[in-house]
């Protein structure tokens, strides 16, 4: 066994004081004692390839991430530094960003929590993302006046998120909900896809000396056609490939990402044209709440998704081959439990 950093390495800048209530003592959260063959296995993963979970803060992951059962509010607020050691877990995706855009300080306290090689997946606000301004409860109440709008893009994302997280800014997701069926059809469709790509347009190729990674994640499958392949690449944007219940299968969207990245002369022989960018949220048949119920605690795997693991294992490869970096980004709600997804999506890596 490997042990974790123990709570008197201040990993949190605010170590322990013996004598101290229990309730302060709890704000520091300590990694899991994990077996070697993970360690070693973190040593066998290249470099390049960043794997991970949508967020962090879940109490279930005891042994598998954290010491013990901490608090959802205790892991939100203290378990990044502790899930940032885990030799697998070098990347996490920061979803609180879509509801609210989130200020440079936000972005900068994340990052200081982390090493040099960790990279954060960020969701753009749905002030941009979403085609729709929603009531509490999700229900559209009117068209949202900055959907798909550049500058609100760079004011409210793009700019804080690469400024705060600097060297750790890994792909800028602007992912779109689902759109109105009015979006999406006949000759509407095509003006949806060229309306991302005025958007995309609009974006700074480089912020503080280092060109941010776009990608774009559909949840309307119809859209997912050769012109939107095409805008994409004339853009330099990635298709985010989304494993998700709405969405078709990984090894079709795959298909998607030959088409884009592959030219005529290559035939098998594909390389990525940028980096491989994955989003596996849901699995196939579920909604949100039916996954969620299944799944939780969200300790184990519960429906391993094999045909999924073995096309993004496919994909990492491609990316490697292509000297490119990967970011797989998973949801509990993908097999059950995403850290353990994560390392069995790793272990077909390597092996």
Known sequence: MSPPASASDSLFGDDPVPGTPPS?????????????????????????????????????????????????????????????????????????????????????????????????????????????VRRERGAPAEDNPHFLDAAAAIDHFVGPAMEGLGIHAGPLVFQLPPLPREWTQGDARAATIERIGTMLAGLPREVNGRAPIYAVELRNPELLTPRCVRMLREHGARLCVAIHARMPPAARQSAALHAMDAAEDEGDDWRLKGPLVVRWSLASGFRYDDAKSRYAPFDRLVDPDIPSRGTLAHLIHVALKSGQPSFVIVNNKAEGCAPLSAIELARAVVG
Do not use: C, M, N
Not at 32 to 44: P, T
Not at 84 to 94: A, E, K, N, Y
Not at 99 to 109: F, K, N
């Open 24 to 132: 302060s003592q709890a704000a520091v959260v300590a990694p899991a004692w994990l077996d070697e063959s993970l360690f070693k296995l973190g040593r066998q993963l290249p470099a390049s390839v960043h794997l991970g979970t949508s967020s962090w803060s879940f109490p279930g992951w005891q042994d598998i991430v954290y010491s013990r059962q901490y608090t959802e509010a205790q892991l939100a607020r203290h378990g990044l530094a502790a899930y940032s050691q885990h030799p697998v877990l070098r990347t996490v995706g920061i979803d609180r960003s879509f509801y609210q855009p989130l200020a440079i300080a936000e972005y900068a306290r994340y990052a200081s929590q982390v090493p040099d090689e960790f990279r954060f997946l960020v969701k753009a606000p749905s002030l941009v993302s979403d085609a729709v």
